[in-house]
């Protein structure tokens, strides 16, 4: 995922979550709100209570690979916010692909 495609500043994922749709699943809580960027942009969020610092990133790794996997940043003009939920570390990296899968062909892309 390229740096463009990312959110990463407090007040654009406060605007995202604050003025977003919701969508949830067992591992993922999805907001999402058109922008007027011509892309798709990400921002990922995994609390404290999820693991130390080692397992936080390498959720945040596995995400953004499964984020490149399924989406065309440049079709879509979106804000996606994903936050993950504790049921996201009983599953394998499969499964927590389709759920996500799901999540994103329910927002329409």
């Known amino acids: 995922m390229k740096v463009a495609n990312r959110i990463k500043a407090n007040d654009e994922f406060a605007v995202t979550v604050k003025?977003?749709?919701?969508?949830r699943s067992d591992s993922y809580l999805i907001h999402f709100v058109n922008n007027d960027k011509n892309i798709c942009r990400v921002g990922i969020s995994v609390s404290k209570k999820l693991g130390n610092a080692v397992t936080r990133n390498r959720i945040k790794r596995q995400i953004r690979a499964m984020c490149d996997s399924l989406l065309n940043y440049e079709i879509h003009a979106?804000?996606?916010?994903?936050?993950?939920k504790e049921g996201f570390l009983n599953k394998e990296f499969s499964n927590n692909r389709d759920e996500l899968e799901k999540l994103f062909k329910e927002i329409g892309l």
């Not at 003025?19 to 969508?23: I, N, S, W």
């Not at 979106?78 to 993950?84: G, H, Y």
């Open 78 to 84: 979106i804000d996606i916010v994903i936050i993950v």
């Open 19 to 23: 003025k977003g749709r919701t969508l």
